[in-house]
């Protein structure tokens, strides 16, 4: 009996296909903590890709992927039953690890410049998701709080002593 493709991998290659972009798609499910929060990790597999078809997929400053992560995030979860809904990573060329690498040395930076001035500092330039992981890499700071404010486009999360 041959296996039900999983639907973050048949939403997104059929994604890439009507954009004209046809190429392939692995699935690897990665568990953290706990089951809440697991991440379906969907990369794209770049070798059919010309570089204009990769930038335009990645955007300006990532842009592009995150859209398509949001596009993900929201219509698998609506097509799927509650107990398989989850949330999905959409990388590129090691796009997603890279800028979770920076964004971790920025918060470790912003952090340590709270403790030593005690005044707040405001993170512009992150996407939603992006904000959902610095308030997460946080949450444990005994000396430390962080709150969003304003409204899209222009939201910025903020990094204060408690």
Known sequence: MEQPVHP????????????????????????????????????????????????????NHGEGIDAIQYLANTLINLSVEPEQQGGFMVELQGYRLQRQQELNDWVQQVAQQVRQTGQEVEMTSLSSAERRQVHTMLKDAEDLETESRGQEPDRRLVVRLR
Do not use: R, Y
Not at 18 to 33: I, R, S
């Open 8 to 59: 973050g991998k048949a939403w997104l290659e059929t994604l890439l296909k009507l954009m004209g972009f046809p190429a392939q798609v692995t699935v690897e499910e990665k568990n953290h903590e706990s089951p809440e929060s697991a991440e379906c990790w969907l990369t794209i597999d770049d070798t059919q890709l010309t570089p204009e078809q990769i930038e335009m997929i990645l955007g």
